[in-house]
């Protein structure tokens, strides 16, 4: 069987899983795949199927190179590399998100992972008589901190946002900074010494979003369950 038949059987296979989306924008109000969401049963597929995926990157392409393990069979992806220019971000904060998000279309490319639209097709509706109604003010938009990092220590996140930023720009790059740190992470004092000496900015975040807090928690215990035992 050729790895042409194998990545096909792989898609209907992903299909019929009904993977389900748990990125959220909440400022601009759509759902999105997450690598988390199909990478694990992509993987367990491909075990099945004797089929492996490798991406790797260079200065001016990202390529998934889609192997049959048992033939030698090959199906490369390719994807031209761009910038990311997160506001207030550092440097490694930018690449960490370029490489993200290659590897999260490459896959979606390969397994043929379609994104729903934004708006789901409805029934129309009788539209309701227009009421009068007073204008109100519109509420100030919440000006998220200028500065702010955490306490001393290898694992110190510096958070700064540019002037105009808004309280999306600085939630994204806490939680980029706070996964990139967790990445990095490689025991659980690690990923214990991450939250603590940066507990100041994540008590930030709660007040702002609760739900990108929650989930960025979440991901801190997924972290630190794998380490477990490891100094």
């Keep these: 069987m050729s790895v042409h038949k194998k990545l096909m059987q792989a898609r ?7 993977i389900k ?35 790797t990157f260079n200065t001016e392409y990202a390529q998934l190179c889609i192997t049959d393990v048992e033939d030698g069979t090959v ?25 993200s998000y290659q590897r999260r279309y490459l896959w979606m490319a390969a397994l043929e992972i379609v994104e729903g639209d934004a708006v789901d097709s409805a029934p129309p509706v009788e539209a309701p008589k227009p009421v009068k109604a007073e204008p109100k ?14 306490g001393d220590g290898p694992w110190q996140l510096k958070v700064t946002t540019e002037p ?13 900074a706070a996964r990139h740190g967790l990445a990095q992470a490689g025991s659980e004092k690690d990923v214990m010494d991450l939250f603590k000496i940066n507990r100041g900015i994540f008590d930030k975040l709660k007040e702002f979003s609760v739900d990108d807090h929650a989930n960025l928690m979440a991901d801190f215990k997924t972290k630190k369950d794998t380490l477990k035992g490891n100094v």
Aim: aromatic content about 8%; some cysteine.
């Design 137 to 150: 003010p519109e509420p100030k938009p919440i000006k998220p901190p200028v500065r702010m990092q955490g």
């Design 12 to 18: 209907v296979k992903l299909q019929n899983m009904e």
């Design 164 to 176: 105009g930023a808004d309280l999306g720009d600085w939630i994204g790059i806490v939680v980029d």
């Design 75 to 99: 199906v490369v992806i390719t994807s031209p590399m761009a910038e990311a220019n997160l506001k207030g971000a550092h440097p490694i904060q930018n690449l960490g998100a370029v490489l």
């Design 21 to 55: 989306k748990s990125g959220l924008n909440k400022f601009a109000g759509y759902s999105y795949f997450e690598l988390a969401d199909f990478i694990p049963p992509i993987q367990s597929i491909f075990n099945e199927l004797g089929l492996c995926g490798i991406v």
